[in-house]
């Protein structure tokens, strides 16, 4: 049997995508580059977050939100807004125009760009599909992204509406993992397509026991990175980065005092700060391990293919870096530099590990 796909199976499994090399290029090219405004638009949410700027724009006007105010006038309007919400209140009392203006403009980037993101995706879509670059398959799943897209800009305002509720000075936890795992859910679908694009046809790789069992530890670290994102979710929705700012040990201890005081014991994971730190820390520990002992599984496997081998290689940097951001972070007590290049950093960090994962998509196919 020969070890590459008949002509007739990589038809049908790259019907979805241009025929011609050309154009896999040209709409590969067009879906990484909304991949980076993804990416800019994961630093950007970071960074509104830590700096409180999320709740500055008390209005949700999907079209004409994209105009800033351009008048004196309604500069004061939209200040007036935001004095009336608990925020104002209790952390900024006193705040002037000109510090309303540097928070509102952070969150008016963040909009602005998801919107601009969305002209990105729908203008080309438009143009492949009238050209007859696109088949009515990826029509239909660019379509969908474009939908989503749209859905979670309604979500981020689901969040951020829950920031104007009585005594309140930031958003929910719960909605701000929502908005940020929905978030990460898109840029994985755009990123796969991309990368299907640009490669239909996966080279394949012979199932020895060792790729399968790479194979199967890459599945597993995509799995505990998500997880991990999800876990500092809550930890930056819950500012328990700003306790036991000390590491390895949390207060002196390993295991921190009051771990699992809420009643029933599930709730310490959402609600109870040292639970949730001492978790973010376990789980990024355990990635970290987890992806060296892949690394060094994948490096002895050769049958992995040098391409697999470079982005484990890759992975493995990332998360080195990624590590040291965390432990950087946490030590200065989460300066808005660092919580937002270690929120990007864990973005760069599952994209390594979804490249590797595609990577290996051909294990075993023939």
């Known amino acids: 049997m020969s070890a590459h796909p008949s002509s007739g199976l990589a038809k049908g499994r790259d019907s979805v995508f241009p025929a011609s090399a050309h154009d896999r290029r040209r709409v590969s090219n067009w879906l990484f580059a909304i991949c980076f405004m993804l990416l800019g638009m994961i630093a950007l949410g970071g960074y509104t977050r830590l700096t409180g700027s999320g709740l500055s724009i008390m209005d949700w006007r999907p079209i004409t939100g994209m105009i800033p105010p351009l008048s004196h006038a309604e500069w004061e309007r939209q200040f007036e807004l935001y004095k009336t919400i608990p925020q104002y209140k209790i952390l900024h009392d006193g705040f002037g125009l000109a510090g309303f203006q540097q928070i509102f403009w952070a969150e008016w980037i963040h909009r602005f760009w998801g919107r601009l993101m969305g002209m990105v995706l729908l203008v080309p879509l438009i143009w492949f599909a009238v050209t007859g670059v696109l088949s009515r398959r990826l029509i239909a799943r660019l379509l969908l992204f474009f939908v989503l897209g749209g859905l979670q800009g309604a979500i981020g305002w689901f969040m951020v509406a829950s920031g104007f509720n009585p005594d309140s000075t930031a958003v929910a936890p719960v909605r701000l993992v929502l908005h940020l795992c929905c978030a990460f859910a898109l840029y994985i679908a755009i990123l796969w397509t991309a990368l299907s694009t640009r490669t239909p046809v996966p080279e394949f790789i012979p199932a020895t026991p060792e790729v399968v069992r790479v194979h199967r530890l890459v599945w597993a670290i995509c799995c505990i990175v998500g997880i991990t994102i999800v876990a500092g979710g809550f930890t930056a929705g819950t500012h328990a980065g700003f306790s036991y700012n000390t590491f390895p040990l949390m207060d002196g201890h390993l295991i921190p005092a009051g771990y699992a005081r809420l009643h029933p014991f599930w709730l310490n994971w959402f609600q109870n700060v040292p639970a949730i730190q001492f978790d973010h820390r376990l789980l990024a520990t355990a990635t970290a391990t987890l992806i060296g002992v892949t690394i060094f599984l994948g490096l002895r496997t050769p049958k992995l293919g040098k391409p697999a081998q470079d982005a484990l290689m890759v992975m493995g940097w990332v998360v080195l870096l990624q590590y040291a951001?965390?432990?950087?972070?946490?030590?200065?007590?989460?300066?808005?530099?660092?919580?937002?290049?270690?929120?990007?950093?864990?973005?760069?960090?599952?994209?390594?590990?979804?490249?590797?994962?595609?990577?290996?998509?051909?294990?075993?196919r023939v």
């Open 325 to 364: 951001l965390g432990v950087t972070t946490l030590l200065l007590v989460v300066p808005v530099w660092a919580g937002t290049v270690h929120q990007t950093c864990a973005a760069l960090l599952l994209t390594t590990a979804i490249v590797v994962l595609h990577r290996l998509r051909g294990v075993g």
